[in-house]
């Protein structure tokens, strides 16, 4: 009887508990720098839209709120890919001395692209006391220079998935196509 009692509590003690919806705020690092990165803004906007849509109310960073997340972001080139060359659009030009049409055909060419792998962390912790709640990451590959790795597409990609499983246990980072 005793182990089973020893058993529950512990399994209680391991479970995460529940994070109900009220206030938070925001912070982003990237890249391991606590300076402003160029995208924290871009970053901070999409993660308070998947806390939003969560019923939580974010708040400005500098106020006080029930919850603090901590975001960290780190991007990292991993190797060249074969990306789609960009072709040009139809173009028609008018002059004085006669109309000219410009159109681009199909090609098969291909650019080397680096492979942008980001990895976004969550930490999710009590504004009182600094205790952690919970804490998640994600991870997603995209062809750089691409709509696809926008920090817009991208933080909002990896903020969604994360924010929708809180407060459930993450046994590594989720792979995000």
């Known amino acids: 009887m005793?182990?089973?009692v020893g058993i529950v509590a512990l399994s209680a003690a391991l479970a995460p508990g529940p994070v109900p919806p009220g206030t938070v705020t925001v912070a982003v690092v990237e890249d391991g720098s606590a300076d402003e990165a160029p995208d924290a803004a871009t970053f901070a906007e999409v993660v308070g839209h998947a806390f939003n849509a969560a019923d939580f109310l974010v708040l400005p960073a500098a106020g006080a709120s029930r919850y603090r997340a901590r975001v960290a972001i780190a991007h990292e080139a991993r190797g060249l890919v074969d990306a789609p060359a960009q072709t040009r659009g139809a173009d028609v030009g008018v002059?004085?001395?006669?109309?000219?049409?410009?159109?681009?055909?199909?090609?098969?060419?291909?650019n080397l692209q680096a492979l942008i792998v980001t990895r976004m962390t969550i930490t999710l912790s009590d504004w009182r006391d600094g205790r952690v709640l919970w804490t998640g990451s994600a991870v997603t590959a995209q062809v750089g220079g691409t709509p696809g790795n926008a920090p817009a597409v991208v933080g909002a990609k990896l903020a969604d998935a994360l924010v929708a499983r809180i407060p459930a246990v993450l046994d590594g980072p989720l792979s995000i196509p």
């Open 95 to 110: 002059a004085n001395w006669g109309a000219g049409v410009s159109i681009a055909l199909p090609t098969r060419k291909q």
């Open 2 to 4: 005793g182990i089973w």
